[in-house]
């Protein structure tokens, strides 16, 4: 059965965000004190008395619509509210009734759901505030202090009258699929193509998304949740207590959580020092990824240009040498359908289990061809191997003095695996253990 989806919506700077934070537990809204911060729609999970739910924070709106950023923000959470079970409508009790106020409100009326009008920052319960907001025609209002957490309990009581009671599935077998790379490569615009609708900004504003966006989708039967990032752009770029950094940590922690990475690339740049920087946390993390060339139709082409790439990313790379790339284009729809395939396959790669009897016939023959050096004065001897993991596929080689494995004859012994056993996309991660052979059962 769905989740129960709740999203807060009201115009910048009523604390939006702060109420998202503190209900879903950990920082994935930007807050701070500049309207506008929060652009798109930004997903949490949250419980409240046995009730599963989806919270959702939007951008915040101020009805300006010459401006094109402003109209995003506005379709943005028109999307949220349509799709959304219950809306809570934040207005500031320390300002008051704006006219933005009113033009939320006018909005929330046409959309016929469920209501919660929260007035917030009232932080030393200030009930006489609440009352001239009567004048919204929403509803009764409720008062919150965000910031100091007073009145959220009430509130979520409220809101979770307005759906049943249900035992919901925590998607915990969905696939996180993260979305990185620098600003303006594309990354928003292969999200919305493979969602099938504009659930992103997308600009030509570099930069134009500042939060990681976590959206659920299905592909095949199988469940996958979607995080787009932040551009990521060099650190001298980057103000230190700049909003734009604040989104850049998270795009690092989009990568930690990730099961696959796409790493998107603007093919009119070629390969840049950064797009490797970004490929390297990407491998650092040990996670299976995908180069994804994008912009390609803008390239002028003839029968060397796909080999001149693929030797750059092949220099550039040569540390994730198992990658593997595609070339797209997210405004013509060049082999974007081959993305979700690709993606099968890599976390089939991630996943796959090869037995120890065949890895040590692997380890065995790639012995034979090339022997340990000497280091030290000390002969390395390979007892067996065996898989103990997946994602990344985790193989443990018993030796006899692990400070005798030279970091080149590690990398002899993956290469080998990898000509023997379909790795590609994925990393594998070889850990080396010291064993005595007495010791060995």
Same mark, same amino acid.
């Given at each position: ?5 709740v ?5 910048p700077?009523?604390?939006k965000?702060?109420? &998202?934070?503190?209900i879903?537990?950990?920082?994935i ?16 999970d949250?419980?409240?008395?046995g ?11 101020? &009805?300006?619509?010459?401006d ?16 959304? /079970? ?23 009326? !046409?959309?016929r759901?469920?209501?919660v ?5 009232? /932080? ?6 609440t ?5 919204l025609?929403?509803?009764?209002p409720?008062l ?5 957490g ?8 409220e809101?979770?009258?307005?759906f049943n ?13 993260a ?10 615009s292969?999200?919305?193509k ?7 900004v997308?600009? =030509?504003?570099?930069g134009?998304t ?6 659920? &989708?299905?592909y ?12 990521m752009r ?11 950094r ?7 922690e989009?990568?930690?959580?990730a ?19 970004i ?6 993390? =040990? ?7 994008? !912009?390609?139709?803008?390239i002028e082409? =003839?029968?060397?240009t796909i ?11 040569s540390f ?13 729809g ?5 993305i979700?395939?690709?993606?099968e ?7 796959r289990?090869?037995?120890t ?9 790639a ?8 280091i ?18 985790t193989?443990v080689? &018993?030796?006899?003095?692990a ?7 590690e990398?002899?012994?993956e ?16 850990v ?8 060995l059962?």
């Open positions: 059965m769905k989740k129960p989806l999203a807060i919506v009201g115009r700077n009523v604390g965000s702060t109420f &998202f934070n503190k879903c537990g950990r920082r809204s930007i807050v701070e004190d500049t309207p506008g911060v929060t652009r798109d729609r930004i997903y949490g949250a419980e409240w008395c009730y599963n739910f989806s919270l959702v924070d939007t951008g915040g709106l101020d &009805f300006n619509y010459e094109e950023m402003q109209q995003n923000i506005y379709n943005q959470a028109k999307i949220a509210i349509d799709l959304a /079970d219950v809306i809570m409508f934040f207005v500031d009790g320390k300002e008051g009734i704006t006219n933005n106020d009113k033009e939320v409100a006018s909005l929330l009326r !046409k959309s759901k469920p209501i009008l929260v007035v917030n920052k009232l /932080d030393n319960n200030e009930i006489e505030k009352y001239e907001f009567y004048e025609n929403i509803g009764e409720m919150l202090s965000a910031e100091q007073k009145g959220i309990g009430d509130i979520l009581d809101v979770v009258k307005h009671k249900i035992e919901v599935d925590p998607n915990a077998d969905a696939i996180k699929i979305i990185v790379g620098r600003p303006n490569a594309g990354k928003s292969i999200t919305n493979i969602l099938g609708e504009e659930r992103v997308v600009s =030509n504003v570099a134009t500042r939060d990681a966006i976590d959206t659920p &989708f299905r095949n039967g199988q469940d996958y949740i979607l995080i787009d990032t932040a551009g060099k650190k001298k770029n980057i103000e230190s207590e700049s909003i734009e604040y989104s850049i940590l998270r795009s690092l989009a990568i930690k959580r099961d696959i990475v796409l790493i998107v690339i603007d093919s009119q740049d070629f390969v840049t020092e950064q797009d490797v920087k490929a390297g946390i990407v491998h650092e993390e =040990n996670k299976p990824s995908i180069i994804v060339m994008n !912009k390609w139709d803008t082409k =003839n029968d060397r080999n001149k790439y693929i030797k750059k990313l092949d220099e550039d790379l994730m040498s198992y990658y593997k790339s595609i070339f797209v284009s997210a405004k013509t060049q082999r974007l359908s081959n979700m395939p690709t993606v396959e890599v976390l089939e790669n991630a996943n289990r090869v037995t009897g065949v890895l040590n016939d692997i380890i065995s023959d012995v034979s061809v090339n022997q340990p050096p000497m030290r004065g000390k002969k390395l001897k390979l007892y067996y191997a065996t898989q103990v993991g997946v994602k990344p596929p193989i080689l &018993f030796v006899n003095d400070s005798a494995m030279h970091f080149s004859y990398r002899y012994l290469n080998s695996i990898r000509k023997a056993i379909d790795f590609s996309g994925t990393p594998i991660k070889l080396i253990k010291q064993k005595a052979e007495d010791q059962e």
